[in-house]
């Protein structure tokens, strides 16, 4: 396998909201995304101060990363776990809390390019599209396994596919003839279930491809998880960065840092209790979006919604 490439989304703007909150001595990031470690090698070289700490489920990312990164010796360590054992992760540094928390949700582009993993619909390989080899249920158990009902609900939760049942019904039809083990299998079942009339309406496999993966991998219950583990593991002043790629994981995100953000006091209060203060603020309003320059040069940049969010000291 040629050593695959990564190009880190909107990286200029993670290391400036960073920036203020890791100048200190002895300063913690956690890359709860490692992948190829693209945004923590910069990290590394803009802050010399900066202990970082990679978490990544898949152990391709692990090994390359450590081979990428050996350079800044123990400034960096790789953990190899799912992104909401952010504690757990911390504590192989003897750390409880962290200066700053990176999340890059998401399939990696590592992980597109191993044709061999499933995860495209554009390559033929065995449909596994697990991020971590090492455990877990393929995307072929979900085929085979599944009733209609529940290739229903996914398509529709995870794909946002309106044709789910369409598809389902000929999964299922398909299957009770061969098993579905190949995705160009899957790709020309979803092609022939595809009205004509819909046929240039975007490629017929991408959001089922989607839900599989993300069914898989488990990835949104593992996102509301570590949104409140990473708020609770940030130091006061610490900052979480979160890049996501689609409106599901956009939506949690966006949820859990308006409730953080957010004073459980009635107005009418002339004092706000400490219990009743918002523990968090917003870093910037809304949700940032990368570049017209960015996303000619790094195609995956088009759809990225990036928003931050700071812990604050609301005894002060």
């Known amino acids: 396998m040629n050593t695959p490439t990564h190009t880190p989304v909107m990286l200029e703007e993670c290391l400036d909201v960073l920036a203020p909150v890791v100048s200190a001595p002895n300063s913690v ?60 992760a911390l504590a192989t540094i003897h750390r409880t809390t962290a200066d700053g928390i990176l999340l890059d949700l998401g399939i990696s582009s590592m992980q597109i390019d191993e044709s061999d993993r499933g995860f495209a619909y554009a390559f033929d390989a065995p449909l596994d599209m697990r991020m971590d080899q090492t455990t877990g249920q393929t995307a072929a158990d979900i085929l085979r396994e599944y009733d209609e009902g529940e290739l229903i609900r996914i398509f529709r939760d995870f794909g946002e596919e309106k044709l789910a049942p369409r598809y389902a019904r000929a999964i299922v039809a398909e299957r009770r003839e061969h098993p579905i083990v190949h995705s160009e299998q899957l790709v020309r079942i979803l092609n022939d279930a595809t009205p004509y009339a819909l046929k240039n309406a975007g490629h017929p496999a991408k959001r089922v491809f989607q839900a599989l993966r993300i069914e898989v ?6 996102l509301r998880k570590a949104i409140d583990n990473a708020l609770s593991a940030l130091a006061v002043g610490g900052r979480l960065l979160v890049l996501s790629y689609h409106s599901l994981e956009d939506r949690i995100v966006k949820v859990a840092f308006a409730a953080a953000s957010t004073s459980t006091a009635p107005h009418s209060l002339p004092v706000v209790p400490v219990a009743l203060r918002a523990g968090y603020r917003l870093v910037f309003s809304g949700a940032r979006t990368a570049g017209v320059d960015e996303i000619s040069r790094n195609s995956r940049a088009a759809s990225v919604k990036f928003r931050a969010i700071e812990r604050l000291d609301t005894a002060a």
Not at 40 to 49: G, K
Not at 56 to 68: C, G, K, P, S
Not at 217 to 222: A, C, P, Y
């Open 29 to 88: 990031v956690v890359d709860g995304t490692l992948g190829l470690g693209g945004h923590s090698e910069a990290i590394l070289n803009r802050f010399a101060n900066v202990t970082l700490v990679g978490i990544d489920r898949d152990t391709v990312a692990i090994r390359l990363a450590n081979e990428r990164l050996a350079a800044f010796g123990p400034r960096f360590v790789a953990v190899h776990t799912t992104y909401d054992h952010i504690s757990d």
């Open 217 to 222: 991998n488990g990835e949104l219950s593992i």
